[in-house]
Antibody, heavy 124, light 107 residues
Framework: EVQLVESGGGLIPPGRSLRLSCTVS????????MSWFRRAPGKGLEWVGF??????????EYAASVKGRFSISRDDSKSIAYLQMNSLHAEDTAVYYC???????????????WGQGNLVTVSS | DIQMTQSPSSLSASVGDKITITCRASQNIAFYLNWYQHKPGKAPNLLIY???KLHSGAPSRFSGSGSGTDFTLTISSLQPEDFATYYCLQTYTTPLAFGGGTKLEIK
């Protein structure tokens, strides 16, 4: 069974840093690009960024709202994806989700499995 | 950047109704459009990918159509478990973008 579990969230003062982890099981982690999303209170889903697999350089892409403050990394040996969040703002308060990117071999990309989410609250 | 405009933002309907949600992209995204259902405290659930392909496990009452800039999600006969928020997501290019969401409520 495919499972993704986020951890590391909590209450953090503005300006501080926090690292979320996404621990996966049930599939070969190194074969999938991984992405982070968030949903702020009263708002819709927002893409945060993703990391490609090692054969594609393990490169990353980010939303403008987090570029330069957030970074995504992966440890294929541990089947974990990370979201390092620096210089946190109150506006970063959200439930953060990780998801894997599936390619169906016929040109379609989609995020098929997601974690349950982890709440990050940025407040003094 | 591609903007996704989703409508309506909220919808009130009854069990058994047929409903349609639309999503418009600000530029051509071919068929790179997915639909998700999201309930509070739960993981988002993939319903439709590549604009019209039903994801395994999604009920057949869900269907998607469209290509280019205009897309629709249809639920043919609403069931009690369908009341949730629905989002479209374009995966044509980064930055990936969601529509604003449609909150489907019981009438």
């Amino acid at each position: 069974e495919v499972q993704l579990v986020e951890s590391g969230g909590g209450l953090i003062p503005p300006g501080r840093s926090l690292r979320l982890s996404c621990t996966v099981s049930g599939f070969t982690f190194g074969e999938f690009a991984m992405s982070w999303f968030r949903r702020a209170p009263g708002k819709g889903l927002e893409w945060v960024g993703f990391i490609r697999t090692r054969p594609y350089g393990g490169t990353t892409e980010y939303a403008a709202s987090v570029k330069g403050r957030f970074s995504i990394s992966r440890d294929d040996s541990k089947s974990i994806a990370y979201l390092q969040m620096n210089s946190l703002h109150a506006e970063d308060t959200a439930v953060y989700y990780c998801s894997r990117l599936h390619y169906d071999g016929a040109g379609s990309y989609y995020f098929d499995h997601w974690g349950q989410g982890n709440l990050v609250t940025v407040s003094s | 950047d591609i903007q996704m405009t989703q409508s309506p933002s909220s919808l009130s309907a009854s069990v058994g109704d047929k409903i349609t949600i639309t999503c418009r992209a600000s530029q051509n995204i071919a068929f790179y459009l997915n639909w998700y259902q999201h309930k509070p405290g739960k993981a988002p659930n993939l319903l439709i990918y590549a604009a019209s392909k039903l994801h395994s496990g999604a009920p057949s009452r869900f269907s998607g159509s469209g290509s280019g800039t205009d897309f629709t999600l249809t639920i043919s006969s609403l069931q009690p478990e369908d009341f949730a928020t629905y989002y479209c997501l374009q995966t044509y290019t980064t930055p990936l973008a969601f529509g604003g969401g449609t909150k489907l409520e019981i009438k």
